[in-house]
């Protein structure tokens, strides 16, 4: 049993150029993927921190401003006292 085996042509060439150049745009697109998605990924680890740092500005803020009213308050009271004793 003989089997005749047909050498193709170097014209055919052409097309697995084009399979080469469909996968490398395939790989490309899935880079782009990959690091979009990372990108993503740290734009919003970004914006958690810095949502937590403005939430510990505002608490530290009110604890200023809480601070400053007992103060008055504070010493409002004390003014009072003076007055009445």
Same mark, same amino acid.
């Given at each position: 049993?003989?089997?005749?085996?047909?050498?193709?042509?170097?014209?055919?060439?052409?097309?697995?150029? $084009?399979?080469?150049?469909?996968?490398? =745009?395939?790989?490309?697109? @899935? #880079?782009? +993927? %990959? *690091?979009? !998605?990372? /990108?993503?990924?740290?734009?919003?680890?970004?914006? $958690?921190?810095?949502?937590?740092?403005? =939430?510990?500005?505002?608490? @530290? #803020?009110? +604890? %200023? *401003?809480? !601070?400053? /009213?007992?103060?008055?308050?504070?010493?409002?009271?004390?003014?009072?006292?003076?007055?009445?004793?």
């Amino acid at each position: 049993m003989y089997y005749i085996i047909k050498i193709l042509p170097l014209n055919n060439f052409s097309e697995s150029k $084009e399979t080469q150049i469909k996968s490398q =745009e395939r790989k490309q697109r @899935r #880079k782009t +993927k %990959e *690091k979009n !998605k990372g /990108e993503k990924t740290k734009e919003r680890w970004k914006a $958690e921190k810095k949502r937590v740092g403005e =939430e510990k500005l505002k608490k @530290r #803020k009110l +604890k %200023e *401003k809480l !601070k400053k /009213e007992s103060w008055r308050r504070e010493a409002k009271e004390k003014i009072n006292r003076d007055k009445k004793g």
